[in-house]
């Protein structure tokens, strides 16, 4: 099976872009996995699917966040990415990568995103 590892800063000033990667390894993700998605939780809240990138490129992103976001990735380096424009202190939470058919099945452990000043 694919292990996955979110990387990125944990802390983002407001305003800014929060960007996060997330690295495979002992696989790659393009075998048997059609849907690579970043999720997140905020404090005290249930998790929210944010968006995914497709075995082919396409993206399909929450209608609430579509507008400030961006995935991508390089299969070249077994990686995709989460862009998160202009954001705001509500945007704190813990982002994870994960991947599957359709519905997220392997997930990184998650990290600590915190939109401070």
């Known amino acids: 099976q694919v292990q996955l590892q979110e990387s990125g800063p944990g802390l983002v000033k407001p305003s800014q872009t929060l960007s996060l990667t997330c690295t495979g390894s002992g696989g790659s993700i393009t075998t048997s996995y059609s849907y690579w998605t970043w999720i997140r939780q905020p404090p005290g809240k249930g998790l929210e699917w944010m968006g995914a990138i497709t075995y082919d490129g396409s993206t399909h992103y929450s209608p609430s966040l579509k507008s400030h976001t961006s995935i991508s990735r390089d299969t070249s380096k077994n990686q995709f990415s989460l862009q998160l424009s202009s954001v705001t202190p509500e945007d704190t939470a813990v982002y994870y990568c994960?991947?599957?058919?359709?519905?997220?099945?392997?997930w990184g452990q998650g990290t600590q995103v915190t939109v401070s000043s």
């Open positions: 994960a991947i599957g058919v359709v519905t997220p099945t392997d």
